[in-house]
């Protein structure tokens, strides 16, 4: 109790300007009271009998007094001072690395494989509690579209915003920069997820970064994350132009490296899919929900704790005291 008193802050100091009336109108009161009393005791007949309830009447005032003054301090607001609180739930950590080249437009799914693929990982966002999640868009290059975060409605937001050729360059496919660039995002020391996975979202093959999908394999493998891989599209072997009607057209497109996305995922424990339509795409998201969890730490957040209690309810009480005296055995006091 003492040690709680100590660490006592009060939110709304402005409300002890109150003390200010009270306590001026509390001297003029206690003044009457005090020269009333006086007139009093040169009453023989008053004094010897009544002496024990003028005595209560008294000290009563200051029993009013003091509730005043307790009330003043709990609308104050006191609280106990900001402790750290972390919250540890169930969860693991999950960058979605997107393919956003020019052959993510074809439109073998409709309206093409890239909205497709936003559709269903904003889906597979909705279905999270407790995973952290980020972005990753890679097509010559990569980078980080969101950072991992529990924030999902940021998440979503910033999945819609992708476009093809989002990164500086996407005529091709870098898909060993975009695994580093996951890679780089999961393994911060501040995770204490025990999962750690990337789904890899692509419907090319990698002919270009400076990273050799090899060398991110032997990343993901000494860190321990595990790859999910999924080739999009229904055409296998080329990409696809959009015509003026909008029909899908052969063209000269990227090639799915299956042979790659399946040495990926068998090597860091994970799997490959292959998604012809958002049907089946949906179905393994689903899959991959099914992953065990670990615990994570979600935050810290500043936690105060209310004590207007400590001064409100002792008030309350002397003032029902004060009440009952007052209407029962003071109510004949002369």
Known sequence: MGERIAKMIFLWPLAFLLLIPILFFAVIIFKNQLARSLKVAHVPRVKKNVSLKFLIAKYLFFVNLLVAILVVFALARPQGKPEKDVITTDGIDIVVALDVSKSMDAQDL??????VAKRVAINFVNGRKTDRIGMVVFAEESYVQCPLTLDYQMVKKLIASIQIGLTMQ???????????????????KNSAAE????????????????VDPNTAIEMAKAIGIRFYTIGVGKVRGRGAVNSLLGAFFAGNGAQIDEKLLKKVSSQTGGEYFRATDERTLIEIFKKI???????????????????????????????????VLENSYLRILP
Request: glycine share 8%; hydrophobic share 40%.
């Open 110 to 115: 409709s309206p093409n494989r890239l909205e």
């Open 170 to 188: 996407g005529h091709a496919t870098a898909i060993g920069s975009a695994m580093a660039t996951s890679i780089n995002r999961l393994r911060s």
């Open 195 to 210: 999962s750690r996975i990337v789904i890899l979202i692509t419907d090319g093959e990698n002919n270009a970064g400076d």
């Open 289 to 323: 929900s099914k992953l065990e969890k670990s615990k994570l730490s979600s935050g810290d957040f500043n936690k105060r704790s209310e004590y207007y209690y400590f001064f409100l309810f002792p008030g309350l009480l002397l003032l029902l005291l004060s009440v």
